[in-house]
């Protein structure tokens, strides 16, 4: 029996009238069109994100720790912000540890001229330090306030669900070979 890959979708912005929001319904619609996930949303503006690092028995922040450490995959949604990532998006990565380790990663970015590939840039060299496997595949939208209409619509959606498309099939490989390896030697395990 083929088994569901659970993929955590990591909204990057908790600035108020984000752009985030679109870009991350756009994002959960194609990746509802695929039978092989099981998706959960993490949201840190939701659930009022601590701002400093610290362990908490807030029960929002145990139920994030705990989609963290179950996922098998995660997709980050990011805005570019002054050519980085959000600070509310390196809280939250950096408040978790092993949850990471050797599971896949995948970007979905916007911004203004680059679509948010600077932060992603960024972002690949904190998550290989983090022991996790960053996704060359990624979608970005450059200028994406001229992208979507009003109702949260790609204007011209081919190019970019084709690259979700080929973002979600790396991440499914991915999530399913890093799973397999490990069940077969847990990660902490692999030391010298």
Request: glycine share 6%; net charge negative; with cysteine.
């Amino acid at each position: 029996m083929h088994r569901k890959i659970n993929v955590a979708l990591i909204y990057g912005s908790t600035r108020e009238g984000r752009f985030c929001d679109k870009v991350a319904n756009w994002a959960t619609t194609q990746i509802d069109r695929h039978d092989d996930f099981d998706l959960q949303l993490i949201d840190p503006a939701l659930v009022g994100f601590p701002t400093q690092h610290v362990d908490s028995d807030d029960p929002e922040w145990v139920s994030i720790k705990q989609r963290m450490a179950e996922a098998d995959a995660f997709i980050v949604v990011t805005p570019e912000y002054n050519h980085g990532y959000p600070a509310a998006l390196k809280c939250l990565i950096d408040s978790f540890k092993s949850e990471w380790q050797a599971k896949p990663v995948a970007f979905v970015s916007y911004g203004g001229g680059s679509g948010g590939t600077r932060a992603v840039e960024q972002l690949r060299l904190v998550f290989a330090e983090l022991h996790a496997v960053a996704i060359r595949d990624a979608v970005s939208f450059a200028s994406v306030w001229e992208q979507f209409d009003t109702t949260g619509e790609l204007l011209e959606p081919q190019r970019a669900r084709k690259g979700m498309a080929t973002l979600l099939a790396r991440l499914s490989w991915w999530a399913t070979a890093l799973h397999a390896a490990r069940r077969a030697t847990p990660y902490e395990q692999v030391v010298a």
